[in-house]
């Protein structure tokens, strides 16, 4: 299973998990059984509040499931058509969380604690 998570900085594992997906400078996208790691330019960085394209952002690498710590509506519901699961980060690191995942304890992310802005997430 390949998981996305995104990151201001690549550290590898070790990199912070960013709190607003369509802001989110880079995406670290790591296969969950291999821990091979890929990261991507965050292709949607400059766009309109409402108007990501979370698939463009990732440049359009396959990828089963998002963990973060926030996303809007707009990219929640878009993931979703997409067939890709969205989680809500508990750890601070990419590693904490891949661990979280692997032992299931990452929820869902829910479209009713979505943020409202880039500056307005409530995470």
Do not use: W
Request: charged share 20%; aromatic share 6%.
């Amino acid at each position: 299973m390949k998981l996305c998570f995104p990151v201001a900085t690549d550290e590898g594992l070790d990199s912070m998990v960013y709190e607003h997906f369509g802001s989110a400078p880079a995406f670290l996208v790591v296969d969950a059984e291999t821990k091979e790691k890929k990261t991507i330019t965050n292709n949607e960085l400059h766009h309109a509040h409402g108007k990501c394209s979370p698939l463009k952002a990732m440049g359009g690498a396959q990828v089963d499931a998002v963990v973060v710590g926030g996303i809007g509506a707009g990219a929640l519901s878009r993931l979703n058509t997409a067939g890709i699961e969205v989680y809500k980060a508990f750890g601070a690191t990419v590693r904490e969380n891949l661990t979280l995942f692997e032992l299931h304890r990452l929820p869902r992310f829910d479209p009713s604690h979505t943020c409202a802005g880039h500056g307005g997430c409530a995470h």
